[in-house]
């Protein structure tokens, strides 16, 4: 089925471990976009990409990398996780003119 | 600023009793609006969008949402309310062509038999 898949599910890393978060969208869209959620206070923009070959950062960029590695894939790095990293990440993909998003399933991430 | 507000946190309706989750937006240009709807350990599933035209918009699952440009609001409501309507929903708010948008804390739907 079309849509936005995620990997993994979910990982539980170290303080100062690093590790890549990984999404894949099949729709053609050209805009990709990386989220976490926290609860109470819904979902926050960490970095988006508005076409291949751009990125730019969201809300909450800090901690955190990406790269937008072709049309359909786009990727979210943490360099050195922190347990303020703890949070379910999504991923989601969007086209100008179609409205609104769709979603990948989510990554629960824990530091500890 | 742009800025998304669902006051409510939490609601508990009966089933079959109507539903309104309530959302207001700050924003410095006409809106795109969304609701969505997320269940628990699912990723965020788009229930209704309002770009221009009718004020009143249907959605999926029974679900509708009313523009209201001089209040500013954007209220998702359900005639009769289904057990399995229990979840999160969000509220997000954006430009067309800047294709990025804003979302609110959530409103989480319990729903009492």
């Known amino acids: 089925n079309a849509g936005v898949t995620q990997t993994p599910k979910f990982q539980v890393l170290k303080t100062g471990q690093s590790m890549t978060l990984q999404c894949a969208q099949d729709?053609?869209?050209?805009?990709m976009y990386w989220y976490r959620q926290d609860p109470g206070m819904g979902l926050r923009l960490i970095y988006y990409?508005?076409?291949?070959?751009?990125?730019d950062k969201g809300e909450v960029p800090n901690g955190y990398n990406v790269s937008r590695l072709n049309k359909r894939e786009f990727s979210l790095r943490l360099e050195s996780a922190a347990p303020s990293q703890t949070s379910v990440y999504f991923c989601?993909?969007?086209?100008?003119?179609?409205?609104?998003?769709?979603f990948g399933s989510g990554t629960r991430l824990t530091v500890v | 600023a742009q800025s998304v507000t669902q006051p409510d946190i939490h609601i508990t309706v009966s089933e079959g009793a109507s539903l309104e989750l309530r959302c207001n937006y700050s924003?410095?240009?006409?809106?795109?609006l969304f609701w969505y709807v997320q269940s628990p350990g699912q990723g965020l599933q788009l229930l209704l969008k309002?770009?221009?035209?009718?004020?009143l918009v249907q959605g999926i699952k029974g679900f509708e949402a009313e523009f209201k440009r001089s209040q500013s609001s954007f209220n998702l409501r359900k005639p009769s309310v289904h057990w399995s309507d229990a979840a999160e929903y969000f509220c997000?708010?954006?430009?067309?062509?800047?294709?990025?948008?804003?979302f609110g804390s959530g409103t989480k739907l319990n729903v009492k038999p």
């Open positions: 989601a993909s969007s086209e100008v003119g179609e409205g609104g998003y769709t």
């Open positions: 729709m053609n869209h050209n805009s």
């Open positions: 990409s508005a076409s291949e070959g751009t990125t």
């Open positions: 924003y410095g240009a006409t809106p795109y």
């Open positions: 309002y770009f221009s035209g009718d004020t």
């Open positions: 997000a708010v954006g430009l067309y062509n800047f294709n990025k948008f804003y």
